[in-house]
């Protein structure tokens, strides 16, 4: 081994605490803490989807204060099911990749369509001030479902 117990012990904490962000990242943002998701991000943190050819993301948010309004103020709600990130490391600097499936739907309005999305974030991290956080996330859909729900009318639907 080149590797001293030192460094391979940094190694492993900086795996842990990348694993401990990612899933203090679904909570947050599942629960819209606007405030506590945008804190994982770098001062310049981007947030977005891949583009498709020479078309721009359908989602493109940079900077904290954007990323706080994006996450409080999305107008659907959900909950996010991660997989272990694939991670590198690389000194103050790391990458990932995380198999995901997000449900979402308009709760607030019947007959909103529910999204089942899967698919997989590719995610850079930089350390800053010896914590970890999210420099670039893109999203990209593998496949995306929705249906359309109503709810259950209490009312009888005959005449009186």
């Known amino acids: 081994m080149t590797r001293s117990i030192e460094q391979r012990l940094q190694a492993l904490e900086d795996r842990l605490e990348i ?58 709600a959900g909950i996010h099911f991660l997989h272990l990130p694939q991670l590198v490391l690389d000194g103050d600097t790391a ?33 800053v001030d010896g914590r970890w956080r999210i420099a670039h996330r893109v999203t990209s859909a593998f496949s995306r479902e929705q249906s359309t729900v109503l709810g259950y009318p ?3 639907a005959l005449p009186g």
């Open 95 to 127: 990458t990932a990749r995380i198999h995901l499936e997000f449900h979402g739907d308009y709760a607030e309005d019947a007959g909103a369509p529910r999204l089942a999305m899967r698919g997989f974030y590719d995610v850079s991290y930089r350390r």
């Open 154 to 156: 209490a009312a009888s």
């Open 19 to 76: 694993i401990d962000l990612e899933a203090t990242y679904a909570r947050t943002f599942d629960e819209r803490d606007g405030d506590a998701w945008s804190s994982l991000f770098t001062e310049d943190g981007i947030y977005q989807s891949r583009p498709i050819g020479e078309a721009a993301p359908v989602t493109f948010v940079q900077g904290r204060p954007a990323l706080r309004a994006f996450c409080s103020d999305a107008a659907f």
